[in-house]
Structure formats: structure tokens, C-alpha cells
């Protein structure tokens, strides 16, 4: 096939290829440079580079869990708390900024591409792309799974919700269930219940802002210290209790996949203990 096409197959996005053809080195195939109508066939190595990007972010040295990194993508757990990128109302210490704090302590320049995004007081796996190649890649092949604690004893099964989700009228933040919304689907099993509360593992089929908040909800059964989805102040959480408990990533070189988990952290565990009715609970 023509090379343009096999650079297509593989995800490298229309404007990446017009930038990687028209630079200094261009596309090579076995060393040497190749013009992108040109017939490839199996065996060859098609190679090409990509420039530095610099940002404009300020650089805030923190300390980052990063819980797997390759060339291609770094894999961090994200404390709740903390917000994903800037924005107008959290213009510094947010990961982005220690992201690339991190990159300028190891004398490298780069952007903060964020694959997936997680609330501020939504703890767990936020993964990030380390290069315009990857990004597109990672973001059609990520499977994510999260863990929660809700308001409610739930009955003890797995479901499927499938409920329509837009923004709210009165509201920049939030999200409601209406006829007019996006389709969004999310999966559930419930793993524990106790002592007013349900425990449970989600799968997001969609990914809408605020889905698993809003879909809970709407069942009845917000999330644990939600305060904008309806749940009363609760005793042993400050912050909505979800957490981003395991991704699978692509792999960018081939179809394999590996998944990764991180524990959630300890205001959800304690919920935990709640459920199952241990002695050692302690209020926070």
C-alpha cells in the first residue's frame, strides 16, 4: 500500500503526517527519505521524528506517583484533591504543572496531553501522552475501571444504566439526565453492602463529564460526600468516594494491552471498613 495510507492505518493523524513530511529529516523507510505516494511493503521500517514541543505552563515541582511510564506515556495516580489542567478558577497546582515540573528537572520540554480526566476530588489513573503520535492511540484504546462508594444499600447485582446526560441550564458544572442529552452507559456490580452504604466497581462504556456521578444519582444512590448530586455531608468522607482503580493501555507498537491497578486511598478504604462492619473505623 502507499505509505500515506499504511501511516493512516496506524493512527497518525492527518496533520502529524503533513508535519512529519515536511521536515528537516521527513518520513524514511529503510533510512532513506520517502515521498508518502510511494508503495511500502511488509518487512520495511518506516521511521520519522517529532519535533520538541515546549509549553507555557509553569513548571511547580510536587511529588508525582507515577505508577508506569514508557517512551510513549506516563501512568499517574492522581490524589483527590487536585485538578487535572488549569483553568480559570485553578490556574497552578494542578498536575499538568508538576507534569511538567517533573520533565523540566530531567532537562526534557514537553506538553501535558491528559488521555482520560478525572474530577478534582476524584482520586486515581490519570494517563498522559507523551507525544502526538501516541495520543490518539491511547485515548481509542484505554479501558478504564473505577471504584466507588454510595449512599444507600443498593441490591446486590451487576446493572447497566442507560440514561441520556447534558448540562444543566442554571449551571457550568453540572450534569443532569435529560431527553435531549448524550447517550451514556455505564456498568455496575455491586461488591459489598453495609451500614447504609453499597460498594461498587464501574465500567464506563461512555465517557460524559460526570457520568458515574450523575448516573448514581439517578438511581437513587449517590456517590458517598457528593454534595452537588444530592448526598448529605457524610462523617467519613469529605469528597465525592470514586476512584480510577485500573486502566488498560494500548500498547502503540502492536494489538497487546496491559492493565494496571492502584489501590484506592485510605478515605475509601475506611468506607470500605464501614461496609463490612470492622471495629477500627475511625470518623475523619
Not at 37 to 49: A, C, D, I, T, W
Not at 135 to 154: F, H, N, T
Not at 159 to 171: F, K, Q
Not at 175 to 185: D, F, I, T, Y
Request: charged share 20%; glycine share 8%; with cysteine.
Amino acid at each position: 500500500m502507499r505509505l500515506s495510507a499504511f501511516l493512516r492505518r496506524r493512527q497518525v493523524s492527518a496533520g502529524l503526517l503533513k508535519q512529519v513530511k515536511y521536515s528537516q529529516v521527513g518520513i524514511l523507510v529503510d533510512g532513506v527519505r520517502t515521498n508518502t505516494n510511494q508503495l511500502v511493503s511488509e518487512g520495511q521500517k518506516v521511521e520519522f521524528f517529532l519535533e520538541n514541543e515546549p509549553s507555557d505552563l509553569l513548571p511547580q515541582p510536587m511529588v508525582l506517583d507515577i505508577r508506569q511510564q514508557t517512551e510513549h506515556f506516563a501512568l499517574i495516580n492522581k490524589p483527590a484533591g487536585m485538578v487535572v489542567h488549569p483553568t480559570l478558577n485553578h490556574a497552578s497546582g494542578t498536575l499538568a504543572n508538576g507534569w511538567i515540573a517533573y520533565l523540566a528537572a530531567k532537562g526534557q520540554t514537553g506538553v501535558f496531553r491528559p488521555v482520560n480526566r478525572i474530577d478534582r476530588d476524584t482520586s486515581g489513573l490519570v494517563l498522559c501522552a507523551k507525544n502526538s503520535c501516541a495520543a490518539p492511540i491511547l485515548a481509542q484504546g484505554v479501558d478504564k475501571i473505577y471504584l466507588a462508594v454510595v449512599s444507600g444499600e443498593m441490591p446486590v447485582k451487576k446493572g447497566v444504566v442507560d440514561l441520556p446526560i447534558a448540562r444543566c441550564a442554571d449551571s457550568v458544572i453540572k450534569r443532569e439526565v435529560a431527553e435531549n442529552g448524550q447517550p451514556s452507559v455505564t456498568e455496575y456490580e455491586v461488591l459489598a453492602v453495609g451500614n447504609g452504604y453499597s460498594a461498587l466497581r464501574l465500567h464506563l462504556v461512555t465517557g460524559r463529564t460526570h457520568q458515574i456521578r450523575v448516573h448514581m444519582a439517578a438511581l437513587g444512590y449517590p456517590l458517598a460526600g457528593d454534595w452537588l448530586y444530592g448526598c448529605k455531608p457524610d462523617p467519613y468522607i469529605h469528597r465525592q468516594a470514586l476512584h480510577c482503580f485500573a486502566m488498560c493501555v494500548p500498547s502503540i507498537v502492536n494489538k497487546g494491552k496491559k492493565w494496571i491497578f492502584v489501590p484506592p486511598p485510605e478515605d475509601m478504604q475506611q468506607l470500605y471498613r464501614v461496609i463490612v462492619g470492622e471495629n477500627s473505623v475511625k470518623k475523619v
